[in-house]
């Protein structure tokens, strides 16, 4: 699932194309990835000639803020990107106009198009169509349960230690699943949580009880540190995120111990280990995480 890094490095590419620019149509070939509202075609007119003011991140929700009180929320879920460019319909399917990228099969699944007011598009590639979009009216939306059950921003100057260790403390359970509960803290999912964990030298199953104020500290600064990185690295796309452009991000050369089950560790040389945690894979150093 793309995360805080994945997402930020979405809307950086998009802020650089489409700021100022008006939707003037939608296209779907599966209309279920628009939750709100539920009717296509109501969505497809309510979204006309809006324009798009701003583009921002509440945890790994990408908002589109558009005129009239109008914001566009999209969440890429486990496989969705976003991708701006020129296509054309051939035989039924979308196929891009230029040569490069955007050409690579991980970018051909797509099943909505916005079309733009400079004969652009933004379309979303999604090969488990898992991801959804959403229309609300902008008080309404930061009004919404889900916007206010939200836990603080990571990356934010007003994220401190302190904050940190509260909304941290406020959590009961192993710590790589708290890290990775958007309602302690926002967008840290299962990459960046495991290779902040390796970073701490903290064990993934540990209570966060157990955690010392010291560790508590390092784990606050791996965590700014792993996420800085993968922004400035355009995030991670060893499976299917890619950029606004299509192509890959280059934290792959970055990882730790992410999908790196059974190689050694590149601190003390033991192999690292895999070991589920409710569905989802904790990789680790069992010499250099305690």
């Given at each position: 699932m793309p995360e805080l890094p994945e997402v930020e490095?979405?809307?950086?590419?998009?802020?650089?194309k489409v700021l100022k620019r008006a939707f003037i149509d939608v296209w779907s070939d599966w209309k279920?990835?628009?939750?709100?509202?539920?009717?296509?075609?109501?969505?497809?007119?309510?979204?006309?000639?809006?324009?798009?003011?701003n583009i921002w991140r509440r945890g790994k929700n990408i908002i589109f803020d558009l005129s009239g009180g109008y914001s566009l929320?999209?969440?890429?879920?486990?496989?969705?990107?976003?991708?701006?460019?020129?296509?054309?319909?051939?035989?039924?399917?979308?196929?891009?106009?230029e040569k490069g990228p955007l050409e690579e099969k991980i970018n051909a699944f797509i099943h909505i198009i916005f079309f733009l007011d400079n004969k652009k598009m933004v379309a979303l590639s999604d090969v488990r169509k898992f991801a959804k979009v959403e229309l609300w009216k902008t008080k309404?939306?930061?009004e919404s349960k889900e916007f206010k059950s939200f836990g603080p921003e990571p990356l934010e100057k007003k994220f401190t230690y302190v904050k940190f260790k509260q909304?941290?403390?406020?959590?009961?359970?192993?710590?790589?699943?708290?890290?990775?509960?958007?309602?302690?803290?926002?967008?840290?999912?299962?990459?960046?949580?495991?290779?902040?964990?390796?970073?701490?030298?903290?064990?993934?199953?540990?209570?966060?009880?157990?955690l010392k104020d010291k560790e508590l500290k390092l784990l606050f600064e791996s965590i700014k540190k792993v996420l800085t990185l993968g922004i400035k690295?355009?995030?991670?796309?060893?499976?299917?995120?890619?950029?606004?452009?299509?192509?890959?991000?280059?934290?792959?050369?970055?990882?730790?111990?992410?999908?790196?089950?059974?190689q050694k560790c590149q601190r003390c040389k033991e192999k690292i280990k895999r070991i589920k945690m409710n569905g989802r894979s904790a990789f680790f150093c069992p010499n250099c995480q305690k």
């Open positions: 490095t979405t809307i950086n590419g998009l802020k650089k279920k990835m628009v939750k709100r509202p539920a009717d296509f075609l109501l969505f497809k007119n309510e979204i006309k000639n809006k324009k798009i003011k929320l999209v969440h890429q879920k486990m496989t969705g990107h976003l991708l701006y460019g020129s296509w054309e319909q051939n035989s039924g399917k979308w196929e891009p106009v309404e939306m930061l909304a941290i403390q406020k959590k009961k359970g192993k710590v790589k699943q708290v890290l990775m509960d958007p309602e302690a803290i926002a967008g840290i999912g299962n990459i960046y949580s495991n290779e902040a964990l390796w970073m701490s030298k903290i064990y993934p199953f540990r209570n966060v009880s157990t690295l355009g995030g991670e796309s060893f499976s299917d995120y890619r950029k606004p452009d299509g192509t890959k991000g280059d934290f792959d050369t970055e990882r730790k111990v992410y999908k790196r089950e059974g």
